[in-house]
């Protein structure tokens, strides 16, 4: 495929409306994987980036293509050839450059959290409906076939009854000077992997009896008000008179090593997905049955990000609905700022 002539979708199949004009706010590692590979891999253009250091935003286009470097954030929204935007900036500016691409008319592909607490995150939702764009956090895990393989079987009762989730969250310690130590930037533990926990709580409650409350959370602290490590346990009400379910994520930032691990117990067996973030690395989907037989399919080694990025160019291009809207995006950081509160913290 020649990039920028055509795009496809994630089967291959042509993408109406052609490649999507995509702009970057600043030169954050995470671009690489989360935007610039699948951009190339779907047949989108990079058009446009901007980075506080223009070196730095230099050294992005060369490597990845990116077509031109403009002087801030607001040029490149402003770029007429600019179809929508990609933000992966510190946590505390995502509700503000959201927000500025949404009142621009851009459609917005943003890294999670939506915004640095739920009363921003209803800012920029109430603005994107608002304005008729989409608006999507990126909780990639949600558009692998693994999650679909979840909702399958847990709809089917291969597990029997429902009763507990667990999410495992741990990575090595960042550097001293990473922004995700800083409660300015609206950094922690909770806010760069709980948000997943809650998501993921969320996205299966359909199969818990409803929406997840936060029970309890404990929180390890590196500095005032910034956690190193928390863990949360949730509770929900259970389906058609059975017993409630509950859940618990440990989330931590000085891990040894990644560890992204989601586990659905039942009262007939359970679900196990090793690295529910990155299957590409390990796309392993282990049923484990009452009697302790083990069922292990691999279902696919395309990244999380490639998937999510073609379901977010569908949605502009054709209209195309998401599993992920602004309001699943709301109520994810209501129930962050719960955990935060119950750690006795305050949200971001």
Known sequence: MTRGEAAVRIDGTPLPGGPLRIGVLGAARIAADAIVGPAHALGHRLVAIAARERDRAEAVATEHGVERIHGDYQAVIDDP????????LVNSLHAQWNLAAVRAGKSVLTEKPFAANADSARAVADAATAAGVVVLEGYHYRFHPL???AEQLLAAGAIGDLRRIDVRMSMPTPPDEDPRWSAALAGGALMDLGCYAAHVMRTFGAFAGGRPTVRGAV??????????????????????????????AHV???GDRYDFALVFRGDGGSIAIPDFLGPHRDDRFIVTGADGSETV?????????????????DAVRTGAALPIDVEDSVSTMELVDSAYRAAGLTPR
């Open 81 to 88: 050839e600019v179809d929508v935007i990609y933000n992966p």
């Open 252 to 254: 931590s930032m000085v």
């Open 219 to 248: 929180a390890v602290l590196r500095s005032p008000g910034v956690d190193s490590a928390c863990d949360v346990d949730f509770g929900f009400p259970g389906r058609d008179g059975a017993m409630p379910v509950t859940g618990h």
């Open 297 to 313: 399919e691999h279902l696919d080694r395309t990244s999380t990000y490639t998937h999510q990025l073609a379901a977010f160019a």
């Open 147 to 149: 999650v679909a393989r």
